[in-house]
């Protein structure tokens, strides 16, 4: 269950997605009695333009050709519309808020965040410290990104904000040995949580997923059971372009959970609903804005509200 505050985030944040989505949808049923098949061609434009994708908007226009017969009011096809993208979204089974999941017995619990350049890692790792801070668990956030100083910097800017443990490389040195010098340190002052922040990669490029995997290797060696978690990070503006990434990294490098940023952003918040259908992986965390309390526990009920409305 989201909070108030977290419920006017989505409101806030999902405002232009809403505005295309609902805004179009509302003009093709608006004053009329009964809907045929040039309605229905409408709506699959105004979803795929959306960013929903070509196969949910089938399904979905196919849904509706089903089951609105009847009454077209607003309120009952919105709340059709809501019912049904709820339905797409959720997690089975349901996911769990990670600052929730107990560390191991022994050691901290250990998330490396990945993605491409620029989709939103490092601000997410400063904002994910933070909530797991709030849930009064200590962290360390690990900046395994040196191929620049400069984002470096960055998170160790976001470490101070959120209160968290800094372990930084230097500039050009081995991303593999600064996660071995962050776990064993972890490991000694018995830090809860650690957040590993990667360089920016794509998954077409083999080097760089190869130092992926040995990031991994060398957590696995200081922990047994790491990495626990593996986040990658989506950049919502980026439309269907975040579709592609997603299917690839998560064939290529074990991704466990989801984190979509910048929902507000662009009238793009419908790519959603194909990343969460389609990949069977659990988004956990939604982009709503810049600031530290701006990454929310994704709440399915309160997406569909966001970009439809109430
Ligand atoms: N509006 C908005 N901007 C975001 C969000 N997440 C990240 N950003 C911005 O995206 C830009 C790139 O973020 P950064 O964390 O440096 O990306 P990285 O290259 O993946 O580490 C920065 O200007 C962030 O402030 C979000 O949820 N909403
Ligand atoms: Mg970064």
Request: hydrophobic share 40%.
């Given at each position: 269950?989201?909070?108030?505050?977290?419920?006017?985030?989505?409101?806030?944040?999902?405002?232009?997605?809403?505005?295309?989505?609902?805004?179009?949808?509302?003009?093709?049923?608006?004053?009329?009695?009964?809907?045929?098949?040039?309605?229905?061609?409408q709506?699959?434009?105004?979803f795929?333009?959306?960013?929903?994708?070509?196969?949910y908007?089938?399904?979905l226009?196919?849904?509706?050709?089903?089951?609105?017969?009847?009454?077209?009011?607003?309120i009952?096809?919105?709340?059709?519309?809501?019912?049904?993208?709820e339905?797409?979204?959720?997690?089975?089974?349901?996911?769990?808020?990670?600052?929730s999941?107990?560390?191991?017995?022994?050691?901290?619990?250990?998330?490396?965040?990945?993605?491409?350049?620029?989709?939103?890692?490092t601000t997410?790792?400063?904002?994910l410290?933070?909530?797991?801070?709030?849930?009064?668990r200590?962290?360390?956030?690990v900046?395994?990104?040196?191929?620049?100083?400069?984002?470096?910097?960055?998170?160790?800017?976001?470490?101070?904000?959120?209160?968290?443990?800094?372990?930084?490389?230097?500039?050009?040195?081995?991303?593999?040995?600064?996660?071995?010098?962050?776990l064993?340190?972890?490991?000694?002052?018995?830090v809860?949580?650690?957040?590993?922040?990667t360089?920016g990669?794509?998954?077409?490029?083999?080097?760089?997923?190869?130092?992926?995997?040995?990031?991994?290797n060398?957590?696995?060696k200081?922990?047994?059971?790491?990495?626990?978690?593996?986040?990658l990070?989506?950049?919502?503006?980026?439309?269907?372009?975040a579709?592609?990434?997603?299917?690839?990294?998560?064939?290529?490098?074990?991704?466990?959970?989801?984190?979509?940023?910048?929902?507000?952003?662009?009238?793009?918040?419908?790519?959603?609903i194909?990343?969460?259908?389609?990949?069977?992986?659990?988004?956990?965390?939604v982009?709503?804005g810049?600031?530290?309390?701006?990454?929310?526990?994704?709440d399915?009920?309160?997406?569909?509200?966001?970009?439809?409305?109430?």
């Open positions: 269950m989201s909070t108030e505050k977290e419920q006017q985030l989505y409101q806030q944040g999902l405002e232009k997605t809403r505005g295309s989505l609902w805004g179009r949808i509302k003009s093709v049923f608006g004053g009329k009695t009964s809907i045929g098949e040039e309605e229905f061609e709506l699959e434009e105004i795929i333009t959306g960013d929903v994708g070509m196969q908007t089938m399904k226009v196919e849904d509706l050709r089903r089951s609105v017969t009847g009454d077209l009011s607003d009952q096809i919105r709340s059709y519309l809501r019912g049904w993208i339905g797409v979204v959720k997690a089975k089974p349901p996911a769990m808020a990670p600052e999941i107990p560390s191991p017995d022994s050691g901290p619990r250990v998330t490396i965040i990945v993605g491409v350049n620029g989709t939103g890692k997410t790792v400063g904002k410290a933070y909530k797991y801070i709030q849930a009064g200590s962290t360390m956030v900046a395994a990104d040196t191929y620049r100083a400069a984002a470096v910097k960055q998170l160790q800017i976001w470490s101070e904000r959120s209160g968290a443990l800094f372990v930084g490389g230097q500039e050009g040195g081995d991303p593999a040995a600064v996660v071995h010098d962050s064993t340190s972890a490991l000694k002052t018995g809860s949580n650690v957040l590993i922040d360089a990669r794509l998954h077409t490029k083999e080097p760089l997923m190869r130092e992926l995997e040995k990031i991994r060398v957590a696995g200081i922990i047994e059971s790491a990495p626990h978690e593996v986040l990070v989506l950049d919502a503006t980026t439309g269907q372009n579709l592609v990434q997603a299917r690839e990294f998560v064939q290529a490098a074990g991704v466990t959970g989801v984190v979509i940023t910048k929902m507000d952003g662009s009238a793009r918040g419908g790519i959603l194909p990343i969460a259908g389609e990949l069977g992986l659990p988004v956990l965390y982009g709503l810049e600031g530290l309390e701006d990454l929310v526990e994704f399915p009920a309160e997406y569909a509200k966001g970009i439809i409305g109430e």
